[in-house]
């Protein structure tokens, strides 16, 4: 393998002058898992200093990890879980917790670098925990955003915390995002997969089962995204994010089907130029630039070969097939707590297909009608807000889906 090096070829790497203290939420996960890959990477070159590492189930994972980094404090999200962990670290000398509670405080630890890699709205609490500490915040989890919005990203402010986005789309417009342009963006193009059922017809889309909508046809994800991205829900929790990243209208942000998911995103200026991001759909590439930032740093993905790649295709997601997008739109023009209510919905109504409750079209159906049922209302300005506005979104889908 070729030696870490920076991207401007100098071998001089600059050691800091202590170790740098990193947590990971969410280790046992698909984006925790390949977080510390890329630490274990970056470790032949930097000293790291691991504070804390947290799971919820995979406890087995979340102590042979803490094991191997050398890690302050594991803490699972499932109090139940806490006398396996325990055991799992007995005679290690690292600490072991769990419940949200210690799982918000061991986020608040003191860290200069916090990966945000939780699924869902879970995600919430602790990583505005550690941003509210000051932590730079490689955001992973979307619904920070796509619930909390400019609340969290005031707290961020307010704290001084970097948010550097990991959502492969998010990262590459915020590499090709000229920041002293801002004025001259004209649009942010996300690119997506169009998910395993892109050419689907709905009545075979109706039949399918959460392991078939589960399996991703470029990249590993864990389990909920990887659904997401079959319903497209995961492109309108990202349209959301956009809007709240970028500080754009959302009559700025556009949606193009690219099957090759080459092309991360790209930003369109006032000049007709339009800048891309792109690389392997491999997640090391946004984690590892989130790690080295402001530099870049050797990350051991696939190269793109262009001559094998041969062709991208683009065309327009069918809106019929994956009513998301449009209701993604709605959420964002009726502004309030919309965005909350569309993730709580979601989550319930993915929760219960997971479950084999509900069909896979009825996901969007639930979402659709619990937007219509309950009301925007103002801008949340609590965090109490948004978990009500959840609350009541996730009590109405189930309601709706019971019916
Ligand atoms: P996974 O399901 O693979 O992992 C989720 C992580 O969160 C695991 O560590 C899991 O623990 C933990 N967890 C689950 N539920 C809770 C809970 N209630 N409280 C605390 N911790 C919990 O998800 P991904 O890694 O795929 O995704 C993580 C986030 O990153 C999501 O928001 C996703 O949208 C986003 N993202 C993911 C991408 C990817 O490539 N995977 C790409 C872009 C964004 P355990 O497994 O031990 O139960
Ligand atoms: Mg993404």
């Not at 932590?135 to 955003?145: G, P, S, Y």
């Not at 046809?217 to 970028?246: C, Q, V, Y």
Request: proline share 4%; with cysteine; aromatic share 6%.
């Amino acid at each position: 393998m070729q030696a870490p090096t920076t991207i401007d070829g100098s071998d001089e790497f600059m050691p800091a002058s202590r170790p740098r203290r990193v947590s990971v939420l969410g280790a046992t996960g698909s984006i925790g898992r390949n977080t510390l890959d890329v630490i274990r990477h970056f470790s032949a070159r930097e000293d790291f200093r691991i504070v804390a590492l947290t799971g919820r189930a995979n406890v087995d994972l979340l102590a042979s990890q803490a094991v191997e980094f050398g890690a302050e404090i594991a803490v699972t999200a499932d109090e139940g879980k806490y006398g396996a962990l325990k055991a799992a670290l007995a005679g290690t000398g690292i600490e072991a917790a769990a419940g949200a509670q210690a799982l918000e405080e061991a986020a608040a630890r003191s860290a200069d670098w916090v990966m945000a890699g939780i699924v869902g709205i879970a995600g919430l609490a602790p990583t505005l925990a550690a941003a509210q500490a000051g932590a730079t915040i490689a955001l992973a989890n979307k619904e920070c955003l796509v619930s909390a919005g400019d609340l969290f990203l005031a707290e961020c402010a307010a704290s001084g915390s970097a948010v550097l986005p990991v959502d492969s789309e998010h990262n590459a417009i915020f590499q090709v995002l000229e920041t002293n342009q801002r004025q001259a963006v004209e649009r942010i193009i996300l690119t997506a997969s169009g998910g395993p059922f892109r050419d689907w017809a709905m009545e075979r889309m109706a039949q399918v089962t959460p392991q078939i909508a589960a399996a991703h046809p470029n990249w590993s994800m864990g389990m909920k995204i990887s659904i997401d991205s079959a319903t497209m829900f995961n492109k309108a929790l990202e349209m959301i994010e956009a809007r709240h990243l970028f500080a754009v209208e959302p009559r700025q942000i556009e949606v193009v089907v690219h099957p090759q998911s080459v092309i991360h995103s790209m930003v369109g200026y006032a000049d007709g130029s339009v800048l891309a991001q792109m690389g392997s759909p491999d997640m090391r590439t946004a984690i590892g630039f989130a790690l080295a930032w402001p530099r870049r740093a050797h990350v051991p993905v696939e190269r793109l070969d262009f001559a094998k790649l041969s062709r991208l295709d683009f065309e327009t997601p069918d809106e019929q097939r994956f009513p998301a997008l449009r209701l993604a739109r709605e959420a964002m023009d009726a502004g309030g707590v919309s965005g909350a209510i569309l993730n709580g919905a979601k989550e319930a109504a993915l929760e219960a297909f997971i479950a084999g409750k509900i069909g896979f079209l009825d996901i969007a159906r639930a979402v659709e009608e619990t937007l219509e049922r309950l009301d925007a209302g103002e801008e949340p300005d609590t965090l109490e807000a948004v978990y009500e506005a959840d609350r009541q979104a996730r009590a109405t889908a189930l309601e709706l889906m019971a019916a």
